[in-house]
T-cell receptor, first 116, second 115 residues
């Protein structure tokens, strides 16, 4: 079965530090990849997505992610974090299975805490 | 395994059918959510229940009718759906809506196809 791993469960950074959150998935077929963010007290919202084309994807609020197919990875990055980036970040994979049906799998999430 | 179970995993229904999606959580949470993910679109929030009371309805058509009989169970009743309603329907739960450190736990979803 496919799985999504986010190895960093809790990350604490100071403002202006650089961020990289890891995401690895286990499925070898065609995938769509997402990063979602949940700010405190709010619902999930999409940060960025990859369907095809340029493997370096830029999202909202200065975030970007790079799809490296050979490494089954889709890591999230931001050069300089702000206090307002404090949130829970979820990686998700939408895979196209042999039967044609799709299943969406979320990672367990990474809690980012940015200290002023 | 997130502790949130959705059934069925897959559902095919005609436009005149009535069916229900079920979600159950064993985490002791008090908030439950329905999300919809259509092809190549981001996740859309549909409904939120907090302590069995509906707190959000994100302009969802009335052909989708949620029910939350207790904090552990959430249903989505479907009737006279349209083909464009075909999507992945995700249930999620959290300890309580609106907490600063709230974290959502998602089920694996029901893949719905409307013919």
């Amino acid at each position: 079965a496919q799985s999504v791993s986010q190895h960093n469960h809790h990350v604490i950074l100071s403002e202006a530090a650089s961020l990289e959150l890891g995401c690895n998935y286990s499925y070898g077929g065609t995938v769509n990849l997402f990063w979602y963010v949940q700010y405190p007290g709010q619902h999930l919202q999409l940060l960025l997505k990859y369907f095809s084309g340029d493997p370096l994807v830029k999202g909202i609020k200065g975030f970007e992610a790079e799809f490296i197919k050979s490494k089954f990875s889709f890591n999230l990055r931001k050069p300089s974090v702000q206090w307002s980036d404090t949130a829970e970040y979820f990686c998700a994979v939408n895979a196209f299975e042999d039967t044609g049906r799709r299943a969406l799998t979320f990672g367990s999430g990474t809690r980012l805490q940015v200290q002023p | 395994e997130t502790g949130v179970t959705q059934t069925p995993r897959h559902l095919v229904m005609g436009m005149t059918n009535k069916k229900s999606l079920k979600c159950e959580q064993h985490l002791g949470h008090n908030a439950m959510y329905w999300y919809k993910q259509s092809a190549k679109k981001p996740l859309e929030l549909m409904f939120v229940y907090n302590f069995k009371e509906q707190t959000e309805n994100n302009s969802v058509p009335s052909r989708f009718s949620p029910e939350c009989p207790n904090s552990s169970h959430l249903f989505l009743h479907l009737h006279t759906l349209q083909p464009e309603d075909s999507a992945l329907y995700l249930c999620a739960s959290s300890p309580r809506q609106g907490l600063a450190n709230e974290k959502l736990f998602f089920g694996s979803g029901t893949q719905l196809s409307v013919l």
